[in-house]
């Protein structure tokens, strides 16, 4: 019997039928099902038991982690496992995503192929945010992306920024951030950076809105420490890690670097991720194809 946890954020009518398929197909096998606090408050019954983090899934064994949602909650779903590192398998309930890439049409097949063991195993990086204070708690790691970004203003922030204690560049910009492989398809696209594979071992340095036109995205490996300084006119700028954010006062330290475990993402035979590329990118719907 394998003990399954699930995430899920808020959902709606036309979801609910999906969640319940997920959770009815657990049930169904005879495995222990837990929900997280967000997904047990939902109204899908009371008889199922909740974890709060991921020291609760450690504690109870948790074999996987299923995400239920869109990118969004699949990187909430990487908060809770932590360095517990336990698999996480992302079906997503609206569009196709890169993360959570299972389709809704698709969740039996999957459920199914998990219980075969009919997946893969991918290891995917993480990066760490070292700072004298703890801005995020335990939480200090992203999957996706570091930003630095200005706030609540008009005004561009400096930012200063060594690379294995070596000065690398003050970026003058609305801001910067460091993107994992993950996070390549993420933020550091929308911002001009470059697509860069899963398992390539890279760290992308890609700038947010440049005031100088010759400064580039730059990629450097995973084993590199970069720290940070910034400047502003202003009393504080934003630092996120994926999608959480804190306002910070401008003369703290920021140090990055990769984190001491991964995340294990489980990948069911016959889903490739260029396939999710081409979906996701419209690439290959040129007429000459």
């Known amino acids: 019997m394998l003990t399954i946890a699930v995430h899920g954020r808020v ?14 197909l657990v049930a169904e096998k005879g ?8 997904l047990k408050n939902s ?13 609760d899934l450690s504690v109870i064994a948790a074999d996987f982690v299923i995400s239920l949602g869109g990118d969004g909650t699949f990187l909430e779903t990487v908060t809770h496992v932590g360095p517990a590192q336990i698999p996480v398998l ?3 309930t609206g569009r196709l995503g890169f993360l ?31 700072t004298p204070q703890p801005l995020f708690g335990a939480e200090n790691y992203a999957l996706n ?3 630095i970004l ?48 899963p398992h390539s071992k890279n760290f992308i340095i890609t700038p947010v809105s440049p005031h100088n036109l010759n400064v580039r995205p730059l990629i450097i490996s995973e084993d590199s420490e970069l720290t940070f300084t910034v400047e502003s006119r202003e009393k504080s700028y934003l630092v996120s890690l994926d999608s959480r954010s804190v306002a910070v006062d401008h003369e703290i330290n920021l140090m990055i670097k990769k984190t001491s475990f991964d995340l294990k993402l489980v ?20 007429k000459r194809n």
Not at 11 to 24: A, G, M, R, T
Not at 43 to 55: K, V
Not at 267 to 286: Q, V, Y
């Open 43 to 55: 109204d899908l019954g009371d008889d199922l038991q909740p974890y709060s983090s991921y020291t």
């Open 267 to 286: 990948k069911i035979i016959g889903n490739s991720f260029l396939e999710t590329l081409r979906n996701k990118l419209s690439w290959g719907l040129d």
């Open 90 to 92: 992302g079906i997503n």
């Open 11 to 24: 959902f709606d009518q036309e979801s609910k039928p999906y969640i319940l398929q997920v959770l009815n």
């Open 100 to 130: 959570a890439s299972i389709a809704r049409e698709h969740i039996g097949e999957a459920i199914d192929a998990l219980f075969r063991e009919e997946f893969q195993i991918e290891h995917r990086s993480l990066l760490s945010l070292e």
């Open 31 to 38: 495995h222990q099902l837990f929900l997280s606090e967000t």
């Open 145 to 147: 992306e570091f930003a």
């Open 150 to 197: 200005r706030k609540d203003t008009s005004s561009m922030i400096v930012i200063n920024c060594f690379l294995d204690g070596e000065f690398l560049n003050t970026y003058w910009a609305d801001g910067l951030m460091v993107s994992t492989p993950t996070g390549s398809t993420g933020y550091n696209l929308s911002c001009g950076g470059p697509l860069v594979m």
